[in-house]
């Protein structure tokens, strides 16, 4: 069993997700992320301003975000965003413990932007999430901003 699986299904269950959404979503998430990647949260959630659109189930790796779609009525999975956390840009998140909510809002590679609205039903794990987003995205920033080694002038073997 890889590293995904062993992580996946304790934080569905931790997110309250019942198994049949998960065996529907699995097909969709599993060729968007790599055997070696850790999931930090599985929760799912709404667009703000579509309400009707159906739900969505936002996978957080400690490489990559995918997020996926099912609709109303017929229960279809299809997915509407997998990108690598490198390349996502203005990454913020609130946290609103008076609603028991969280948003997520991102710049995708495409200059999209995209937010995600999650109901949370206890304070506890209002924070918890906001911790576990904080140390995905903030460690990626302090990563980011890390000085890099100065470009040589000159080839070490001496071919010119």
């Known amino acids: 069993m ?16 019942p198994i049949p959404v998960v065996s529907r979503h699995m ?13 930090v949260v599985a ?3 709404h667009r703000p301003g579509q309400p009707l659109a159906g739900f969505y189930l936002l996978l957080l790796t400690n ?30 998140w609130t946290s609103d413990p008076r609603m028991r ?6 710049t995708t590679p495409d200059g999209i932007r995209e937010r995600f609205w999650f109901p949370v039903f206890y304070t506890r794990r209002l ?12 460690s990626r920033a302090v990563a980011g901003t890390a000085p890099r080694a100065q470009p040589r002038l000159f080839s070490p073997a001496g071919a010119f």
């Open 63 to 92: 490489r990559s975000l995918v997020v996926t779609r099912e609709t109303r009525f017929l229960h279809r999975v299809r997915l509407h965003l997998a990108a690598d956390l490198r390349f996502l840009e203005d990454v913020t």
């Open 127 to 138: 924070w918890h999430l906001d911790a576990l987003f904080s140390h995905v995205f903030r």
């Open 2 to 17: 890889d590293v995904f699986s062993r992580t996946f299904l304790p934080a569905t269950s931790q997110a309250g997700l």
């Open 101 to 106: 909510s969280m948003e997520l809002a991102v």
């Open 27 to 39: 097909p969709v998430l599993r060729p968007c992320v790599t055997p070696g990647e850790t999931t």
């Open 43 to 45: 929760t799912r959630c």
